[in-house]
């Protein structure tokens, strides 16, 4: 039986080309943003701010991608279908430290495995959402 087992990560190639992917969608939208790309293990491995992003926007971009990336799974709407039947995990996940219900936060999925996730805040959830979209569009 082996003792080891192999991962996919995110590469640093890859976060530029979803952090410029990103900061386009945001000003097609006209919204300022903050995005961050943790890897498999949720370190983070890219961060970025537009001027004049809303402050709270780093913090909760950095929780989105950790929640993504921990559970395998986006925040936002799948998050909110899991839980909305269990009130121990609907009252629960909340205080989970680093936790995010709000959209915005997406797995990076490389053959169909976890390489990392991408977290995206600083407007709307949907318009987040839209933002993180067009970051893993550019894979």
């Given at each position: 039986?082996?003792?080891?087992?192999?991962?996919?990560?995110?590469?640093?190639?890859?976060?530029?080309?979803?952090?410029a992917a990103a900061v386009?969608?945001?000003h097609e939208?006209?919204?300022?943003?903050?995005l961050t790309?943790?890897?498999?293990?949720?370190?983070t491995k890219y961060y970025i701010c537009m001027d004049n992003a809303p402050l709270i926007a780093s913090d909760i971009s950095?929780?989105?991608?950790?929640?993504a990336v921990g559970f395998g799974m986006p925040t936002g709407g799948p998050w909110q279908d899991f839980i909305k039947d269990d009130p121990i995990l609907n009252n629960g996940v909340q205080n989970i430290?680093?936790?995010?219900?709000?959209?915005?936060g997406f797995p990076i999925m490389v053959d169909n495995q976890l390489a990392g996730?991408?977290?995206?805040s600083g407007a709307h959830y949907s318009q987040d959402?839209?933002?993180a979209q067009a970051a893993l569009a550019a894979l």
């Open positions: 039986m082996p003792h080891t087992f192999s991962t996919s990560s995110v590469t640093l190639d890859a976060c530029l080309l979803m952090g386009k969608k945001a939208l006209g919204i300022k943003i903050a790309v943790v890897d498999n293990a949720g370190n950095r929780k989105k991608a950790i929640t430290h680093d936790f995010m219900l709000l959209g915005g996730a991408v977290g995206v959402e839209a933002v």
